[in-house]
C-alpha cells in the first residue's frame, strides 16, 4: 500500500504536534499563581495532534486536477513537466544559497549569487541581462536599505569594502 | 469630530502623505500582478517599517490592503484574470463588458463605485468605533478568550477549503505562537534547546516564508505564457459610463456597500465573501438575472462596492478590539505589535494621533486612488510585462532583506526558507495559510486572556461560560467547530474553481 502526499502531509502534521506535546509535557501544568507555562500548549498540541488524525483518516488522497483549474494543476509538483520540475530544483538551490549566503558571505555576494541561480540557470536569461539586474539588485539594495533606511544586512567581505569605499568617497 | 480633523492634520503632513501613496500605490501594482498578493507584501515590507514612525508605517500598510482592491479590478476587466481574490466576481461581467467595447465603462464604474464604498466605509469606520470602543472596554479575560475563539473558528468556517484542515491549521498557529519564553513565567517553551527560539518565533520569517517563499516556489512551476490584455481607452472621457449605465449602477452600489461593510466586520468574512454576497443579491433582484456573467453593469457594479466598503468594515473589530478579521489585518495586528501599540479599545484614549491618523489617511487614500486608478490604467497594465525570471529574484532578495533585518540574525533566514518549503507543501495539499498567520498573530493574547480567567476562576472551565456575552461565543464556536466535521454537499461551482485559482496565485 503507497501512502498519499496528502497523507504524508497529515502524518507530518501529526508528528510535529506530537513532539511539541513531548516538549510541553516538561512543563509544569498548574503553579501556585495559576495555569503554569505547560497547560496551554499541551491542549492546543494534543487538539492538533487528533485534527491530524482525522484528516489523516478522512482524507482521501491527492485531488485530481480540476478542469478550469490551470494555476493550480501547474503549480503542482507531480504534474509540472521536466523544465519546470528542472526550474524548481534550482529555486530551491537558490533558497540554500540564499541562507548559506546569509550566514558566512554577507549581503552583496548572496543577492549576486541568488540572481544568478535564478536568472541564467533557472530562467535561463543571458549572462549580459543576468549581470547588469544581479549588480542593479544588489547595488539597490545596499544603498536604497542599507544606506538610506538603515536596515541591518547580512556583512560579508564585499559589503565591508562597498563600504569603505563609500566612506573613502565621503558618503558615510 | 475633534479627533478626526487630528487625523487630517497628522496625514496632511508631508512625510506621512508620501507613506499613504507609496501604500496605495504599491497596493495598486500588486493588485494588478497576479502572484503577488497583499498578503506577501505586507510580510515583506513588515521587518522595513521597523525603523519608521508607527504611524506612517501602520498608514503604508493599510494603503497596501485597501489599494489592492482597485489593483486587482483592472487585471480582472481587462484580462479576466483576478489579481487578487475578492476581483474574482468581477471577472464575471467586467470582462464581459471589456469585451462588448465597454472596458473604459466597466473600469470607470468599477472606480468610482470603490470611491464612493471605500468612502463610506470609512465614515462607517469612524462613527461605529467610538461606541464599539466603549462597550469593548467592559470585556474581561474570559469574553475576550471567547470572542477570539469564536472569531478563529468563523475564520475556519468561511475558509474555501476542507474545514478540517482550517482547524488544524489555526492550531498550529496557535502552537507556533507559544513558542519561546512563557509570556507569564518567562520559562522557555517548545524550543527544542534551540537558543534562537527562546525570543520566540519572529512573525516576519514566519510570514515572509509561508507567503513570500512559498509564493515563489510556486510561481516557478507555472508555465510561462503571454497574458492576453483588451485595450484601455486612452482618454479620460472614454471611463464614463452612459446614462443608461450610471442609472443601473446607483442601487447595486449602496446595496454593495451596506452588505460589504457588514461581512466585512465579521471574522473571516471579509471581501471575498462581501462580492460573491453582493453577486448573489444583486443577481436575486435583477429583473434581467439572464444578463449576469453576459456583462450586467450590477454584477460588476455591486460586488467592487462590498470590496471595497469591506475592506473598511475590516479595521473596525481590529482597532476596537484588537480582533482581526482576517490573515490581512492579523498582519496589520503585528505591525501593531512589532511597534509596541497593542490596539483595542484604549487606543483611540492613549493613541488619538495613530488611531485618527488610520482612520483620515484611508480617507485621504481612497482619493489618491481614484486619481491613480482612471488615468493611469494604461501604464499600470504595463507592469502585468514584468517577466517571472526578473520578478523573482527581486522578491527573493527583499524576502533576505526582510527576514535578516527583524533581529540581524541569519538563523531568521533559515526559518524563513523552512516555512517556505513547508507552506509550498501545505498549500499544495489544499491548507489555509492565511490562518495559520492570524491564529499566530492571536495566540498570544488568547493565552494570556485565557491563563487570566482561569487564574480568577481557580482553574474553573465555567468563567468560560458564565455571562450571556460569553454563552453566546461558546454556542457560535461550538456550532461552527462541529460544521468543520459535516463534509460539504455542495459540488464545487465555476466561481468555487475561480476562487481555487485565484487563492493559488494569491494565497488570501
Redesign the interface.
Known amino acids: 500500500m503507497t501512502i498519499s502526499?496528502?497523507r504524508w502531509?497529515a502524518l507530518g502534521?501529526f508528528c510535529?504536534?506530537a513532539?511539541?506535546l513531548w516538549?510541553?509535557t516538561k512543563?509544569s501544568r498548574?503553579?501556585f499563581?495559576?495555569?503554569?507555562?505547560?497547560?496551554?500548549?499541551q491542549v492546543?498540541?494534543t487538539?492538533?495532534m487528533a485534527?491530524?488524525l482525522?484528516?489523516l483518516a478522512?482524507?482521501k488522497g491527492?485531488?485530481a486536477p480540476?478542469a478550469?483549474?490551470?494555476?493550480?494543476a501547474?503549480?503542482?509538483?507531480d504534474m509540472?513537466?521536466p523544465q519546470?520540475?528542472r526550474?524548481?530544483h534550482l529555486?530551491?538551490l537558490?533558497?540554500?544559497v540564499?541562507?548559506a549566503g546569509?550566514?558566512f558571505a554577507g549581503?552583496i555576494v548572496?543577492?549576486l549569487a541568488?540572481?544568478i541561480i535564478?536568472?541564467r540557470f533557472?530562467?535561463?536569461?543571458s549572462w549580459r541581462a543576468t549581470l547588469i539586474?544581479?549588480a542593479v539588485?544588489?547595488l539597490s539594495?545596499v544603498i536604497l536599505?542599507g544606506w538610506l533606511?538603515?536596515?541591518?544586512?547580512?556583512e560579508g567581505p564585499a559589503d565591508l569594502a562597498f563600504r569603505a569605499l563609500l566612506r573613502h568617497g565621503g558618503l558615510l | 469630530m475633534e479627533g478626526l480633523l487630528g487625523g487630517f492634520a497628522t496625514v496632511f503632513q508631508p512625510a506621512t502623505l508620501m507613506y499613504c501613496f507609496i501604500g496605495v500605490f504599491l497596493g495598486t501594482v500588486v493588485g494588478i500582478l497576479p502572484g503577488l498578493g497583499p498578503l506577501t507584501t505586507i510580510a515583506l515590507l513588515l521587518?522595513?517599517t521597523y525603523?519608521m514612525d508607527v504611524t506612517s508605517a501602520i498608514i503604508m500598510l493599510s494603503g497596501i490592503y485597501y489599494g489592492v482592491a482597485y489593483g486587482g479590478t483592472i487585471t480582472s476587466v481587462l484580462m479576466r484574470i483576478p489579481g487578487e481574490a475578492s476581483s474574482v466576481v468581477t471577472c464575471l461581467d467586467g470582462y464581459e463588458m471589456a469585451r462588448k467595447g465597454r472596458a473604459g465603462a466597466a473600469l470607470g464604474i468599477a472606480a468610482i463605485g470603490s470611491f464612493v464604498a471605500g468612502t463610506i466605509g470609512v465614515v462607517a469606520v469612524s462613527y461605529l468605533s467610538p461606541p464599539l470602543s466603549r462597550w469593548v472596554l467592559a470585556f474581561g479575560p474570559a469574553e475576550y478568550a471567547m470572542v477570539m475563539l469564536a472569531g478563529l473558528s468563523l475564520v475556519t468556517y468561511f475558509s474555501s477549503g476542507?474545514r478540517?484542515?482550517a482547524?488544524?491549521m489555526a492550531?498550529?498557529g496557535?502552537?507556533l505562537g507559544?513558542v519561546g519564553s512563557?509570556p507569564?513565567?518567562a520559562?522557555p517553551?517548545?524550543?527544542?534547546g534551540v537558543f534562537h527560539l527562546t525570543g520566540g518565533i519572529d512573525l516576519a520569517p514566519l510570514a515572509i516564508g509561508l507567503f513570500g517563499?512559498s509564493e515563489?516556489?510556486?510561481?516557478?512551476?507555472?508555465?510561462k505564457e503571454k497574458m492576453q490584455v483588451l485595450a484601455p481607452p486612452s482618454s479620460l472621457l472614454g471611463f464614463m459610463p452612459n446614462r443608461e449605465e450610471a442609472r443601473r449602477s446607483v442601487g447595486p452600489v449602496a446595496r454593495g456597500t451596506v452588505l460589504g461593510f457588514i461581512v466585512g466586520l465579521i471574522p473571516g468574512g471579509g471581501a471575498v465573501l462581501a462580492t460573491f454576497l453582493s453577486y448573489a443579491v444583486e443577481k436575486k433582484l435583477s429583473k434581467h438575472p439572464e444578463q449576469f456573467g453576459k456583462g450586467a453593469v450590477e454584477g460588476l457594479a455591486g460586488p467592487e462596492s462590498a470590496n471595497n466598503s469591506g475592506t473598511a468594515g475590516a479595521f473596525v473589530p481590529l482597532l476596537c478590539m484588537g480582533v482581526p478579521a482576517n490573515a490581512i489585518t492579523a498582519l496589520l495586528l503585528g505591525a501593531f505589535m512589532i511597534h509596541g501599540v497593542a490596539p483595542g479599545p484604549t487606543i483611540m484614549e492613549r493613541q488619538p494621533e495613530l488611531f485618527w491618523g488610520v482612520i483620515a489617511s484611508m480617507y485621504v487614500g481612497n482619493v489618491m486612488l481614484l486619481i491613480l486608478n482612471l488615468p493611469l490604467v494604461g501604464l499600470f497594465v504595463k507592469i502585468l510585462d514584468v517577466?517571472?525570471?526578473?520578478l523573482?529574484?527581486?522578491i527573493?532578495?527583499v524576502?533576505?532583506?526582510g527576514v535578516?533585518?527583524t533581529n540581524?540574525a541569519?538563523m531568521d533566514?533559515?526559518l524563513a526558507?523552512m516555512f517556505?518549503?513547508i507552506g509550498y507543501?501545505?498549500r499544495?495539499?489544499?491548507?489555509d495559510l492565511g490562518i495559520v498567520i492570524l491564529a499566530y498573530v492571536l495566540g498570544v493574547i488568547f493565552?494570556r486572556s485565557?491563563?487570566q480567567a482561569?487564574?480568577i476562576s481557580?482553574?474553573d472551565l465555567g468563567i468560560f461560560v458564565s455571562s450571556p456575552l460569553t454563552i453566546t461565543f461558546a454556542v457560535i464556536t461550538a456550532v461552527l467547530v462541529g460544521l468543520a466535521?459535516v463534509p460539504r454537499k455542495r459540488a464545487?461551482g465555476?466561481a468555487d474553481?475561480?476562487i481555487?485559482?485565484a487563492e493559488?496565485?494569491q494565497v488570501k
Not at chain 1, 533606511?149 to 547580512?154: A, E, G, H
Not at chain 2, 517577466?387 to 526578473?390: I, K, L, N, S
Request: a negative charge; glycine letters at 8%; charged letters at 15%.
Open positions: 502526499g496528502a502531509t502534521l510535529a504536534a513532539a511539541a516538549q510541553a512543563l498548574w503553579g499563581d495559576g495555569p503554569g507555562p505547560g497547560l496551554y500548549p492546543i498540541a487538539i492538533c485534527l491530524a482525522l484528516v478522512l482524507d491527492d485531488p480540476v478550469t483549474d490551470d494555476d493550480e501547474v503549480a503542482r509538483y509540472a513537466g519546470e520540475r526550474t524548481f529555486y530551491l537558490a533558497l540554500a540564499l541562507v546569509s550566514w549581503f548572496t543577492s541568488v540572481t535564478s536568472m533557472a530562467e535561463g536569461v539586474t544581479a539588485i544588489a539594495g536599505f533606511l538603515q536596515v541591518s544586512l547580512p | 521587518p522595513i525603523k476542507s478540517l484542515k482547524l488544524l492550531g498550529f496557535l502552537l507559544t512563557d507569564l513565567a520559562t517553551r517548545l524550543t527544542f517563499i515563489v516556489l510556486s510561481m516557478v512551476l507555472r508555465k517577466p517571472r525570471a526578473w523573482a529574484p527581486i527573493l532578495t524576502c533576505l532583506i535578516y533585518s540581524s541569519a533566514v533559515l526558507v517556505g518549503v507543501i501545505l499544495r495539499y489544499g491548507y493565552e485565557v491563563r482561569l487564574a481557580d482553574g466535521f464545487p465555476p474553481a475561480a481555487a485559482a493559488v496565485s
